[in-house]
């Protein structure tokens, strides 16, 4: 969610809950202003109006701005990466596109390609073991500026 999505989000909601879809809003953390009124959206829905098959997802990164009534009533999962360099690897390289075989064939020199894709998601993985003692700023804050995205980002 960014800027402005508010009003949009609100609507795909409201459809959702009238259709029976599934509504996904992203990076709710980044709507803070907004998470007031999406905690009104939420605490107006019954289920008596409310198709059976409607489903609501939110994504965001944890945020003292997300309401508690939200996260005490849903159903929470947590991505976290995996213990140690060699299960980092493992999953990086099952990821797509790195899983795909047909990957590998785009390139014109598929040795040195391998070799430099390797390299970026060992210092993936070692940065992800790292980052309690790594990349903390000035106020304090670790700082992760490597994520699976980077990494998809990096090698299309």
């Known amino acids: 969610m960014g800027q402005g999505q508010g009003p949009k989000a609100a609507a795909l909601i409201a459809e959702a809950i009238s259709n029976g879809t599934w509504a996904l809003l992203q990076n709710c953390h980044l709507?803070?202003?907004w998470m007031p009124t999406l905690?009104?959206?939420v605490e107006q829905i019954k289920v008596d109006t409310t198709d059976p098959d409607f489903r609501l997802w939110l994504t965001s990164m944890p945020s003292p701005?997300?309401?508690v009534t939200i996260l005490q009533?849903?159903?929470k999962m947590t991505n976290?990466?995996?213990a140690g360099v060699r299960?980092?690897?493992k999953r990086s390289f099952m990821l797509d596109p790195i899983s795909d075989p047909q990957f590998f064939g785009q390139?014109?020199?598929p040795a040195k390609f391998k070799a430099l894709l390797f390299g970026l998601c060992f210092v993936h993985a070692f940065v992800q073991v790292q980052k309690?003692?790594?990349f903390v700023d000035a106020y304090g804050r670790r700082r992760m500026p490597i994520d699976n995205f980077a990494i998809n980002t990096l090698t299309r």
Do not use: Q, R, T, Y
Request: proline share 12%; net charge negative; no cysteine.
């Open 80 to 82: 976290e990466p995996p």
């Open 87 to 89: 299960a980092n690897l």
């Open 107 to 109: 390139s014109n020199k």
């Open 31 to 33: 709507a803070a202003s």
């Open 39 to 41: 905690e009104k959206i």
């Open 65 to 67: 701005h997300f309401p």
């Open 73 to 75: 009533n849903g159903v």
């Open 132 to 134: 309690e003692l790594l």
